[in-house]
């Protein structure tokens, strides 16, 4: 029922920008905490940019911070991660992930990832 998916990857030059949407269904959007994560072949996942429920704090990874922008928009129950001055380095699987903190049991939901090459 509860679904989280992913658009916006696909191939950019060095430089360039790309804004990654999580459109999320079947729950409540406003209790979730939203991150997104990137995986690159070899690589551990990694946690790329988080935002609160009600989008009060962000959160970086040092790797993207000043480039990456994490944003929610409440009325479409999605989440975004704008991304300016990509590298190759940037290049992996984006993953969408939402995580119920304020309920009890914590619950979470993951997105099937949206492909992102910084290529020239």
């Known amino acids: 029922q509860v679904h989280l998916v992913e658009s916006g990857g696909g191939l950019v030059q060095p430089g360039g920008s790309l804004r990654l949407s999580c459109a999320a269904s079947?729950?409540?959007?406003?209790?979730?905490?939203m991150n997104w994560y990137r995986q690159a072949p070899g690589k551990e996942r990694e946690l790329v940019a988080s935002?609160?429920?009600?989008?009060?704090?962000?959160n970086y990874a040092d790797s993207v911070k000043g480039r990456f922008t994490i944003s929610r928009e409440r009325a479409k129950n999605t989440v975004y991660l704008q991304m300016n001055s990509l590298e190759a380095e940037d290049t992996a699987v984006y993953y969408c992930?939402?995580?119920?903190?304020?309920?009890?049991?914590?619950?979470?939901?993951w997105g099937q990832g949206t492909q992102v090459t910084v290529s020239s």
């Open positions: 935002i609160t429920n009600t989008g009060s704090i962000t």
């Open positions: 992930n939402a995580v119920g903190r304020l309920f009890l049991p914590r619950t979470e939901y």
């Open positions: 079947g729950l409540t959007f406003s209790s979730y905490d």
